[in-house]
């Protein structure tokens, strides 16, 4: 399937829908996202007019190729509006119930040809896959937050996810300028498996009093070379996605190890969820 002739869909109009279809419209790519109103479309063309406003500011964008990509996008809140879309990305809540739901739809209502992709990052592609109606053509492509600078896509293969289709996927990646890397259908994949019982085990020795929070996270970035401390990040990407991750992990290897420490727990709970509440594990 030739990128020339790829029509991208964009299931949410969050934050990572708004940074998906930015990267893809800055691509050269037509765009249509699918979003719960019309009132949070708006908000995701604001975000992504913002977005790209600071890089003409930064002299990094010209305005003309802002203007160009802004007109690549369309925004509906009728899921039948996809149906001409050759790859269709869902980005909605990290739900298993919620996103089974949508692929469904999608399955019913795409082209036969269409590819139905999940940015999920710890659920698994082989169950979206069965109830989409189209296993062979659905795959996993992980954008990583933000989705406009991080450089990386996991391209996640299900048991029943057809070559052509992780070729697709790979070289729609490559379009939008990220680096593709290739995982099974395991929770976590790659960077999510590997990332988060680090920051648990972090917060675990919190809890045991080993070091201070400052320290620890000094200790990380000055003794391993990370651009940011296990608290830091953790407050960035945020504490109830920390712990629904974990959850996920810990349903799939059975470890208790990732089984999320009560102190990332407790925050949850009284709605410190890091950098977007102002407050987490440190205040902004």
């Known amino acids: 399937m030739p990128d020339e002739r790829l029509t991208v869909g964009i299931c949410g109009s969050g934050t990572m829908g708004a940074g998906l279809a930015e990267v893809a419209a800055r691509a050269g790519l037509p765009v249509i996202v699918r979003g719960r109103s019309d009132d949070s479309n708006a908000k995701l063309v604001a975000t992504m007019t913002a977005?790209?406003?600071?890089q003409v500011a930064k002299q990094k964008?010209?305005?003309?190729?802002?203007d160009a990509a802004l007109s690549r996008v369309r925004t509906t809140t009728s899921i039948v509006q996809l149906e001409q879309c050759d790859v269709v990305i869902e980005?909605?809540?990290e739900d298993l119930d919620a996103k089974l739901g949508l692929v469904a739809e999608?399955?019913?209502?795409?082209?036969?040809q269409a590819i139905v992709a999940t940015n999920t990052s710890t659920l698994s592609v082989e169950a979206l896959a069965q109830r989409s109606g189209r296993p062979g053509r659905t795959v996993g492509i992980h954008f990583f937050n933000p989705a406009t600078t991080m450089p990386l896509v996991?391209?996640?293969r299900a048991a029943s996810t057809s070559d052509e289709t992780v070729a697709t996927a790979e070289s729609f990646a490559r379009r939008c300028g990220k680096e593709p890397v290739h995982v099974l259908d395991r929770p976590g994949f790659i960077v999510n498996a590997l990332l988060f019982p680090y920051l648990n085990?972090?917060?675990r020795m919190l809890e045991?009093?080993?070091a201070s929070m400052p320290d620890i996270d000094a200790a990380m970035k000055g003794g391993c070379n990370h651009p940011m401390g296990p608290f830091e990040l953790l407050d960035l990407v945020g504490l109830d996605v920390a712990v629904s991750i974990l959850g996920a992990l810990h349903r799939g290897f059975g470890d208790p190890a990732m089984e999320p420490a009560p102190a990332l727990r407790a925050l949850v709970a009284e709605g410190k969820l890091g950098r977007k509440t102002k407050q987490g594990f440190y205040s902004y």
């Open 106 to 112: 999608l399955g019913a209502v795409l082209k036969p």
């Open 91 to 93: 980005s909605i809540v």
């Open 201 to 203: 085990s972090a917060v």
């Open 154 to 156: 996991e391209v996640v």
């Open 61 to 66: 964008l010209a305005q003309d190729d802002m």
């Open 51 to 54: 977005s790209m406003a600071r």
């Open 208 to 210: 045991a009093g080993t």
